[in-house]
């Protein structure tokens, strides 16, 4: 992910939590949710991580990074 695309999301609200694959994510994403949370789910970025690359080699589809922010009320 782009240092822009970053920035565009933390000025939108989301908090870059932590990276994750399954079974993991959705228990996450369950818990983020039921805590009034809103989740976004992103692919995890290789290129701009190169201390993660060899260690996620062959897995790079499967994590995705989860982002959140509180929902917003409707008043």
């Known amino acids: 992910m782009s240092e822009s695309k970053k920035e565009e999301l933390e000025k939108e609200g989301w908090t870059r ?3 994750a694959t399954e079974p993991r994510l959705s228990e996450s994403v369950e818990m ?3 805590l009034g949370f809103e989740v976004r789910l992103e692919p995890f970025d290789t290129e701009n991580d190169e201390e993660c ?3 996620i080699a062959g897995y ?3 994590i ?3 982002y959140t922010r509180p929902k917003k009320s409707e008043d």
Do not use: D, H
Request: hydrophobic fraction near 25%; charge should be negative; proline fraction near 0%.
């Open 17 to 19: 939590m932590f990276s």
């Open 32 to 34: 983020y949710e039921s």
């Open 53 to 55: 690359r060899e260690c």
């Open 60 to 62: 790079e589809e499967t």
């Open 64 to 66: 995705k990074v989860i």
